[in-house]
């Protein structure tokens, strides 16, 4: 509905100056290159797509222009001069505006105070002139043409309402440059629409825009430049006419590194049944079965409900409609005691909030999930405890200096191993296991993918959720893909490509054939 | 509270009101006013039952004995809801309205003739003194407030008990022209209150139209959305505590006027009195929101529960129970609008077809 083809694209790159530019940025967190020599320029009156898949570094590039991060090395200049951003408000008072996906916005004050506050205009006496205040927040709002009470609390706001706020809150500062990031990851279709307005609105005022995206579509709806980030590298930058969905698709999954071979399971009787669950808002009407000695992928973008769904399952999270079923019998939900006792083992996402006691010793964090069967009297010995995590960081090989030091001394990949050691131990028919390899360095992560396959091998159900690609693509005997809260595709490991799981996981049409450059 | 009554005009409206439900504006400005309304509402009822039962019940001498507790509380409670708005507490008031009132009152006793208006600022340099010191180990130092006010409840009583050793000061030490502080009015109201009342109307005053007491609240509201905006946590929450030592302070100087004999033990447990006045009346006990005037009003509902049970014979060994369980009952009910609202407010988003 907006108007902007390529063909009524801004004055090409070359007549106009750009109001930031970007050159040579790199940036490194221990080592790890997140972000490597990327150059980015930004033109007013331009809508500029900022896309990669997770990890790419996207994050670190917004975080560089809104001067939260300090780049390594490269230059920064704006409006023609260089500058150094010295933090967040730095770059707010050179006209830089970030807007996160979810803003944060004080609930208890009004609309109009979130947008003023600590600049509230003044009248006598150094007061708050509140009536000029809902004035002008009004006159922006009107101007966006969005329905916003500025007198309105915080508090009730939708996402999508708060993001106005936070735009409202850029514009009062003059921001020249706006930074969406994931904008519409969490709005409605209706929401986003509403959104796409307002950005077209800024955009013919002359602002320059960076719209980060993993929705294709809206891409090329509303930007007119692109710039395609995979794994910390610039893959590429131009105007997007010219370009097609699947190029991009292309940019940003083509890789070099090489994973692990598949080997394919024998499936058995069926483990874990998912019928039709639903939680209101979060996802909808999902099915799904996983069998004995099946590695089943759960894929899709951050935020898609995959989480959401497994917590569902294993009781952390309630459900609104829907039933689980753990071999034949109805799983009762919101408890994750009668998950556990059905032979459910979940090992999270966040490893080291919800996946171990940080302080405890690598041989009591094994045994935490089996303390039931170690007691002797109602007493739990020291030393079955620790006979017990021997055992098991053994069998997995976990790399540890004392297994009674506390587990926060291992590594990344090696605390992993502890939460699978822990579950594994209490010999699960279904094993749970969200982003395996989530910060984990390459060797071991190759490891604990022979350590999930093998486990199939044994006739363990296994439900793994993963942003990753290679490693679905490593790992799964089949691969369901979310979106938007809805399970989109379901495809067996023979139909499973990267580019048909970010064309289901994106909403855009898939291809059937990837195109033989992209193949490994 | 937080915006002007008046309504500027309203956004150009599209065709969001379906009729049914009020819009969420009005819904959660009605449901804001109706808590300081609540406790109006129910210290009316109070009134009126108890009058009905026990018709003296409003009598002189028991109005002023209402007037005269929940106005030193309503006092005090104006500090403490500074504090509280910064999701902060401070429990060492009462320590320091007994400090300041032996201190002050002793004043008498070792300088003869000194001038009250002296006294009464000695009384509020105390108090300040332990709010710096409050405030820089909260503020500046990082410290949870509840430990560190904790601490300091027990540090100030302890200096209290020193300087009081076995000692105490009698009515007949203090000049009359003290003591009739409590008693004197200016047409027939307290003096006491009239200052009380002037304080509340400032702070509540300042808490709305001026952009630190803004700030205040946003503290509470969210910190890390605070931090993010570039607001003065330390400097404003260190004012918070300064201000609420001062105001305890200035409390202790009244509370040697009312009671004349003071000694180690004075307002003893008061910090809890104030915050249960603070909390009931509707200022949210993580911070954010709530005013002076709903706690001035919970400090008078509270005392007024005192008074009542006394007048209905209920056994004073039964007023604290009661009591506390009056306060878990404004509490729960309070919840249950804010969970209330907030549905309301989900349901009404999901009208609009978000």
Redesign the interface.
Known sequence: MTSTSSSTAPPSPPSTAPVLSLQHASKAFAGVHALADVSLELYPGEVHALVGENGAGKSTLVKILGGVHQPDSGSLTIDGSGVFLTG??DAADRGIAVIYQEP???????VA?NVF??R?P?RSG???D??AM??RV?EI??RL?????????A??L?I?EQQLVEIAKALTRNARVLIMDEPTAAL?P??AKRLFTVVETLRADGAAIVFISHRLEEVFTICQRVTVLRDGKQILSQPLSGLTPEDLIRAMVGRDLVFGEHEPHEPGQKVLGVERLTREGVFIDISFDVHAGEVVALAGLVGSGRSEVVNAIFGIDRYDAGAVEISGRKLPGGSPTAAMRAGIGLVPEDRRQHGLVMELSTARNIALASLARLRHHGLISAGAERDFGLRWAEQLQVKYGRITNPVSLLSGGNQQKVVLAKWLARKPSLLIVDEPTRGIDVGTKAEVHRLISSLAGEGVAVLVVSSELPEVLTLADRVLVMREGRLVAAMPRAEASEEAIVAAGTGQPARAQPSPEVGV | MSTAAQTPPRPAAEPTADGTLANPRSLVDFVLRARTFGIVGILALLVIVTTLIQSNFLNGSNIRFILGDATLYALVAIGETFVVLTRNVDLSVGSVVGLSAYVSANMFQAHHGIAIPVVFLVGIAIGLACGVVTGLITAIGRVPSLVVTLAMLYIIRGVDTIVVGSGQVVANSLPNSFINIFHDTVLGIPDLALVTAALVAIAAYYLRSYRSGRELYAIGSDPDAARLAGIPIARRVFFAFVLSGAIAGLGGVFWATQYNTIDATAANGLELQIIAAVVVGGVAIFGGSGSVVGAALGALLLQTINVALNVLGVPSLWTEAIGGFLLIVAITLDRGIQLRLAAALRKRRQHLGA
């Not at chain 1, 944060?104 to 009004?110: E, V």
């Not at chain 1, 043409?145 to 007198?151: A, C, L, N």
């Open positions: 967040p408000a944060t916005l004080f609930p208890d004050l009004s105070e506050i600590g509230q003044l150094r007061r708050i509140s009536r809902d004035r009004n709002f009107e043409g969005v329905p916003i009470d500025p007198e309105r609390i508090r009730g939708s999508a409605s209706v929401e």
